[in-house]
């Protein structure tokens, strides 16, 4: 007989992460930490626009006589979006940065492609090859590792600093950010840039060579942050980031569209989150982006309890979804 989860008596986690532990209030640790977080690494709000303003101002400063000054990831979501709105209302001249896997939505090109034109912003897309990224995929998938997101997110810093390097930029400006991210159990998943695990999983259940895949070790990393001064700014911690008055302001201004959950202008993101995670695993990481959005004042706990009761997925996209993941992998069903 399973029993009921205990969730925390402040943000959405519960005891489906497996490591949680609980205050003698039923406090969570997760958002305990996060709190923590917001205190030592977010300016107060009253030293937030001069600290800005100084981040500028250098950034302007080492661009001179170079084609950009700073380089942007985007993936047509809200974070990567706004933080490309904000950039150049400062006067920065960036270059945006996209990792394409294959895996994007229509909507997510057409952010990408609308917003980054209206805001006169150059973008560049790399494009792995897709035979290369689904078999180190797959790999993962046969693996049975709960962060089958690796592969993606390695890639995506792997570029941006080897792209920063080419252009001779020491400023990579981040949507990461405390306000909606603070909060992702380590159970839940693995640190996404240990090429070490990469080419192990890829090594045991992967069959093609990685030729295309942009990689990063810690020997690299060390060169491009030590050696080449190059930096990674979580940008909107710099402002009052309120992610539902942003989706607003980009809707209006620059004719963005709204994907629904987290990261889920990809795609194979929207499958793995809303479907694979709970139904291979058995965690919802909507509970993590709740409670952070909880502990940040962007939601209040009886609203993330409204809407963690909502589906996942809309059931009519998650068929069509589903036909199209194993199609584009080539696998049943059942295999998946």
Known sequence: MSQTPRICARCLMDTSEPEIQFDRDGICNHCTAALARFRSQLL?????QAALESLVETIKAEGRGKEYDCLLGVSGGCDSTTTAYHVKKLGLRPLAVHFDNGWDSELAVDNIQKTLQRLDIELYTYVVDWEE?????????KASVPNAEIPTDHGITALL???????????????SNLATEAIMPI???HYNQDLKHLRAVHKRFGSIR?????????PNYLWYVLRKGIRQVPFLNYLDYRKEEAKQRLTAELG?????????????TRFFQGYYLPTKFGFDKRRAHYSTLIVSGNMTRDEALAEIQKPAYDETLLRADMDFVV???GLTREQL
């Open 44 to 48: 107060p709000p009253e030293e937030r």
């Open 133 to 141: 990224f689904r078999d180190i995929q797959l790999a993962f998938l």
């Open 161 to 175: 600093f080897r792209t920063a390097a080419e252009q001779r930029t020491r400023f990579i400006l981040s949507g």
């Open 187 to 189: 159970s839940w998943g």
């Open 210 to 218: 990685m030729r295309t895949m942009p990689t990063i070790s810690l």
């Open 256 to 268: 963005w569209r709204d994907y629904g959950g987290k990261h889920y202008e990809s795609v194979w």
């Open 327 to 329: 199609k584009k992998f």
